[in-house]
Antibody
Framework: QLQLQESGPGVVNPSETLSLICTVS??????????WGWIRQPPGKGLEWIGT???????YYSPSLKTRLTISVDMSKNQFSLNLTSVTAADTAVYYC??????????????WGPGTLVTVSS | ETVLTQSPATLSLSPGERATLSCRAS??????LAWYQQKPGQAPRLLIY???HRATGVPDRFSGSGSGTDFTLTISSLEPEDFGVYYC????????FGGGTRVEIK
């Protein structure tokens, strides 16, 4: 059974870089037709798609975040990661990673990790 | 840009009642629409994909219908564990998610 788990700091200082890792277990991140995605949810608000990665070199980023965003894959560790630079309080959210079906850069998400709350604050 | 509008924002119902949730797209998305359920403190869970296909393990009281711009998620008889927030998502054009419908206990 495929499982995903987010990890990273719970607090990030304003203007610094938010870095998260998603570790995939129960299946391989490489050699499949699936993509891998990051989604976030500000407290009390709805879902926002951040970006998607496929096979280390192919990515799709949210138009509103693309100047600050990098998503990459480490196949040797069965992980993918998110780096978001120059964060502000508006980036405070629960961050989720998920497997994306290969029909689209923002295809169906299943399964999801449990999520990790990142607060931007000094 | 394709906007997904979910209605109502909040649905207040009692266990055993039928729930009907709507998701309307500003442009056609064919049948490329999914529904997710989110309970407090949990990640969303895929319920329905391609408008009407139930995901693995989803009870058959959940059903999806629609195509083009108008979609419906129906819960035939609400169980206590069904209360939460439901999101629709399309995969044709950015942005993917609707704003959500909260199903609360009346």
């Amino acid at each position: 059974q495929l499982q995903l788990q987010e990890s990273g700091p719970g607090v990030v200082n304003p203007s610094e870089t938010l870095s998260l890792i998603c570790t995939v277990s129960g299946g391989s991140i490489s050699g499949s037709h699936y993509y891998w995605g990051w989604i976030r949810q500000p407290p009390g608000k709805g879902l926002e798609w951040i970006g998607t990665v496929y096979n280390s070199v192919n990515t799709y980023y949210s138009p509103s975040l693309k100047t600050r965003l990098t998503i990459s894959v480490d196949m040797s560790k069965n992980q993918f990661s998110l780096n978001l630079t120059s964060v502000t309080a508006a980036d405070t959210a629960v961050y989720y990673c998920a497997r994306v079906d290969g029909s689209s850069w923002y295809g169906w998400l299943d399964p999801w990790g449990p999520g990790t709350l990142v607060t931007v604050s000094s | 840009e394709t906007v997904l509008t979910q209605s109502p924002a909040t649905l207040s119902l009692s266990p055993g009642e039928r729930a009907t949730l709507s998701c309307r797209a500003s442009q056609t998305v064919s049948r490329y629409l999914a529904w997710y359920q989110q309970k407090p403190g949990q990640a969303p869970r895929l319920l329905i994909y391609d408008a009407s296909h139930r995901a693995t393990g989803v009870p058959d009281r959940f059903s999806g219908s629609g195509s083009g711009t108008d979609f419906t998620l129906t819960i035939s008889s609400l169980e206590p564990e069904d209360f939460g927030v439901y999101y629709c998502q399309q995969r044709s054009r950015w942005p993917p998610f609707g704003g959500g419908t909260r199903v609360e206990i009346k």
